[in-house]
């Protein structure tokens, strides 16, 4: 007989594999391990520790399947068309960002990925490299200027 807090687990790995299995991110092997997982559960002393220890390959599995296979960068997971990456960025001290970048490639008749730099793109990493090595020079001049700025001001 199952105890009760096991039959929670198992509920609950049941629900993650009818999920998973909606949405075809489900595969044999992930089967196989939900169904491993069950078993070894079923028969624990303390379901809730086991299934922790159980699960880690599972999630480990089931986040490579999730993970982008086209672009590196994309945080896209799951079945996706459109890539995209926005969370390079220094905030600023209101509500929009100081600088950001990202990428983005979106799929249908123009594929070309961009990286943007703020509100400026860019389609290959020679024009990127060149806007860095000016963004890196103007942030070099803002740090003498800011030195003599406050010299000046006796700070």
Known sequence: MTSKPAARVI????????AANAVDLGSQ????????????????????????????????EHGKQLACQHY??????????????HNLKV????????????????????TQPVVYISNEEFVDAVSVRAKTAELRKLLDQVDEMADR????HGG
Not at 32 to 55: E, F, L, M, N, R
Not at 91 to 100: A, K
Not at 149 to 152: C, Y
């Open 11 to 18: 509920a609950e790995l049941k629900a993650n594999q009818d």
């Open 149 to 152: 700025v406050f010299a000046d």
């Open 29 to 60: 092997a992930l089967d196989t391990g939900y169904g491993t997982a069950v078993d070894i559960v079923a028969d624990s002393p303390d379901p809730t520790a086991t299934i922790g220890a159980v699960t880690q390959p599972i999630s480990r």
């Open 91 to 110: 905030e600023g001290s209101d509500e929009y960002p100081l600088l950001e970048a990202g990428m983005v490639a979106l799929s249908g008749a123009d």
């Open 72 to 85: 590196r960068d994309c945080t896209e997971t799951g079945p996706h068309f459109d890539h995209c990456r």
